[in-house]
Nanobody
């Protein structure tokens, strides 16, 4: 059974940092990409950042460039999203996702085959 379990969300003041974690089980990540989407209240789910498990190549949404960093841990089968200088507009439910695609360009929700249940990040002004 495939599981993606997120953790690390919470309430934080603008300008501060949070790190989200996503632990994967039940699948081989070696040929996959893993990443994060987010969905704010009343808005559509949007891409945040993705990493190639094999090469480490990444792709990042313009809205978080320079503030968010994605990384992976082979031993723990986990990916992380380090979020710095958080802004109120970053408030959303953050979802971990994985795709059988190996490339990180044009990474969309349509290509995702497994999702986590999400973790809420709230940034106060």
């Amino acid at each position: 059974q495939v599981q993606l379990v997120e953790s690390g969300g919470g309430l934080v003041q603008a300008g501060n940092s949070l790190r989200l974690s996503c632990a994967a089980s039940g699948l081989t990540l070696r040929t996959r990409t893993m990443g994060w989407f987010r969905q704010a209240p009343g808005k559509e789910r949007e891409f945040v950042q993705v990493i190639s498990w094999r090469s480490g190549a990444t792709s990042t949404a313009e809205s978080v460039k320079g503030r968010f960093t994605i990384s992976r841990d082979y031993d723990k089968n986990a990916v992380y999203l380090q979020m710095n200088n958080l802004k109120p507009e970053d408030t959303a439910v953050y979802y971990c996702a994985t795709s059988p695609r190996t490339g990180v360009t044009f990474w969309t929700a349509a290509g995702v085959d497994y999702w986590g249940k999400g973790t809420l990040v709230t940034v106060s002004s």
